[in-house]
């Protein structure tokens, strides 16, 4: 089972971009699907992304299509989300997680994945 830890995240003004990173510890992370989440204030937490075991497949929630991009590189062990023309509503605590057991659109439900990071803070100000 992988472990993981996010970074990247931070303030940034509207428009502005940011690279999220998730490392992982464990011998089984290429074999693993992984996905985004957040989860802002008051709200529940949403999908935002996710990629399957070789990065041939991804998927993305519609609003983040066209600004997000997510990758990973199974030789550093590391998921990274690409965040660009970011807008305040983008405001959320950012987490990874992975899934050894679903692929397809079983990734796009946070039940599905039974390794989570603690989190990075996402600010976007207007």
């Known amino acids: 089972q992988v472990q993981l830890a996010e970074s990247g995240g931070g303030l940034v003004q509207a428009g502005g971009s940011l690279r999220l990173s998730c490392a992982a510890s464990g011998r089984t992370f290429s074999s693993n699907s992984l996905g985004w989440f957040r989860q802002a204030p008051g709200k529940e937490r949403e999908f935002v992304a996710a990629?399957?075991?070789?990065?041939?497949?991804?998927y993305y929630e519609n609003f983040v299509k066209g600004r997000f991009t997510i990758s990973r590189d199974n030789a550093k062990n590391t998921l990274y989300l690409h965040m660009n023309n970011l807008k305040p509503e983008d405001t959320a605590v950012y987490y990874c997680?992975?899934?050894?057991?679903?692929?397809?659109?079983?990734?796009?439900?946070?039940?599905?994945?039974?390794?989570w990071g603690q989190g990075t803070q996402v600010t976007v100000s207007s």
């Open positions: 997680a992975a899934t050894g057991t679903y692929s397809g659109i079983n990734l796009l439900r946070g039940e599905r994945y039974n390794t």
């Open positions: 990629i399957n075991y070789n990065g041939t497949t991804t």
